[in-house]
């Protein structure tokens, strides 16, 4: 099993401008291939240094973009939900500069955002509907959306790869995949590995996190276990490393999970490392 093994750049925040450009040496340094790279910042020329800094390491780049209250592609309001659509075309567009074939996330809807009931028919049709139109823009840039589902407490629209499944076999369209998150599937999924086979080649992108998101293989996420399923299906991606610490608000982690940005990165990949073939 050979992947390319990556860092999200969450585990510094939301700033996500040239000022972590230092921390991409380090990045490539350790021995990684490839970063996680946060859209909030949806002016594509923002990013075209970025991507010159990444050329330049050798570094992979995969695009992830989040949507937040007032950016719903399920909302009610239906000016909300075409300002969202013409969002994440933006961030797509972005993606786009900086070189990443893929656009990976939870924007099928809000983050945290609820309205005190379960997803309804009407809800999944406008996330049905918004999917295909940013397929089929994505599809024109030669680029894959990869959604993501979370946990109950931060999505109802799918928490669980069942649901996530459904949606995208309702899309239907060959640029509308699918990522895994083991942090979501920890709490959602009663068999990990059950539910990578379900997603089968469908599956374009991983994340590998543990259960308190602190330093691979510190927690009771089942890694191995992952590592198994993911060769029994030949998942060919990246599997990044998404840690969070207080620097991320939303995360609400309010105590420090590790001794520094740096160990848990050395310490993760060499977890990992010894688990896998690596390649960069």
Known sequence: MANTLGMNL???????????????????EIGFGGVEVPIFNTNPEDWSAWRTKLDQLGLERIAVTINGPGQNLISADKNEREATIARNKQALDCAKVLGSTLLTGPFHSALVVFTGSKATDQEKEWAKEGLW????????????????????????LVSCTDELLELVDSVNHPACKIMFDTFHANIEEKDMTAAIHKIGDKLVHVQLSENDRGTLGSGRVEIDT???????????????????????????????MFVS???????????LNDRMIVSS
Request: avoid cysteine.
């Open 133 to 156: 139109e940013l397929s089929e823009y994505a599809q024109s840039l030669d680029i894959t959306l990869g959604l993501e589902y979370l946990n109950r407490f931060e999505s109802y």
């Open 226 to 256: 992952v590592l198994q399923a993911l060769k029994d299906i030949n998942y060919q991606g990246m599997l990044s490393i998404e840690a969070f610490s207080e620097k991320l608000v939303a995360a609400n982690i309010w105590r420090k």
């Open 10 to 28: 969450l585990l510094w925040g939301t700033e996500i401008d040239q000022r972590l450009f230092p921390v991409l040496d380090q990045i490539k």
């Open 261 to 271: 940005e740096e160990q848990l990165m050395r310490d993760s990949f060499a977890f």
